[in-house]
């Protein structure tokens, strides 16, 4: 009897050891996301997003990108990146775009995704994507400080970065926004993450910061697999849920390579 009970302790275990692993498996195999927040803006601009992906089982980190310039940026998002377990889904806002287009070299990065973002080939900057088409009038609320940093005003935060929110929340997002140095957009890519990696784009027809038709030229140009949402330069705080779709489609597609 005690030797049939010890055989039985010791199936137990090894079933138990097994399900360990394979839990263990599963998750590792489940591509996390990194996500990149824009100019003006801090890690909170996506707060409203995190919560969907962690439903669904996904890990979640938003880079505190310091918004000093390209490399410095770059520089806080390699770190982050060298911090996660597996594979990678590298998400990017508005200048995000140009910071993930860089960073997105990563070995551990699988899949880009852009979020009404620049996507700069290696060796130009930010401020080229627009070049031919219309001044979206956003950027006439675009202000500089005495420190060489720029902040958009709280007219240009309501009527154009996120036209479509509250403007008790514009308010806060106003106060808490995050100036970028002047000179970043000057700063030039060294590589174009997405002429190797998969992409998406997710194109905010409404964009008064970046106009819609940048946005489309340049999802087409790096061959993103295109989403269009009627939203203001800011779908991560006005349709988050529709904005995790996207992420989740790019980890999905991730997940099954």
């Known amino acids: 009897m005690k ?8 199936v137990a275990f090894a079933l138990t050891s097994t399900l360990m692993v394979s839990v263990s498996q599963a998750a590792e195999a489940t591509p996390s996301v ?11 601009d996506w707060a409203k997003v995190v919560p969907y ?3 669904e089982g996904v890990a979640v980190t938003v ?3 310091p918004l000093t310039s390209l490399a410095d940026d770059v ?3 390699q770190r982050v990146l060298n911090n996660q377990s597996g594979k990678v889904v590298l998400v990017g806002h508005s200048w995000g775009g140009t910071v993930i287009s860089e960073a997105g070299a990563h070995e551990k990065v699988s899949a880009l995704v852009y979020v009404a973002a620049f996507a700069p080939d290696a060796g130009q900057f930010s401020g080229e994507q627009g070049k031919g088409a219309p001044i979206p009038p956003g950027i006439s609320q675009i202000k500089a400080d005495g420190n060489g940093f720029l902040y958009l005003t709280a007219e240009g935060m309501a009527k154009d970065f996120a036209q479509d929110l509250p ?10 926004q995050g100036p970028i140095k002047a000179s970043a957009f000057d700063d030039r890519t060294t590589v174009a993450a997405w002429k190797t990696k998969p992409s998406w784009y997710l194109l905010a027809t409404d964009d008064r ?10 999802a087409k140009r790096i061959g993103a697999t295109l989403t269009e949402l ?3 330069h800011v779908p991560q705080q006005s349709q988050p849920g529709e904005v995790a779709k996207v992420i989740l489609k790019a980890v999905s597609s991730v997940g099954e390579r």
């Open 53 to 55: 992906l962690q439903a």
């Open 75 to 77: 520089a806080a998002t």
């Open 167 to 176: 403007a008790a929340q514009t308010a806060v997002m106003t106060a808490t």
């Open 230 to 232: 009627r939203a203001s």
């Open 209 to 218: 910061m970046i106009h819609p038709d940048v946005q489309r030229s340049s």
């Open 34 to 44: 990194v996500i990149v927040h824009g100019a003006f803006a801090d890690g909170s």
């Open 63 to 65: 880079v505190q990108n």
């Open 3 to 10: 030797a049939f009970k010890s055989q039985l302790v010791t």
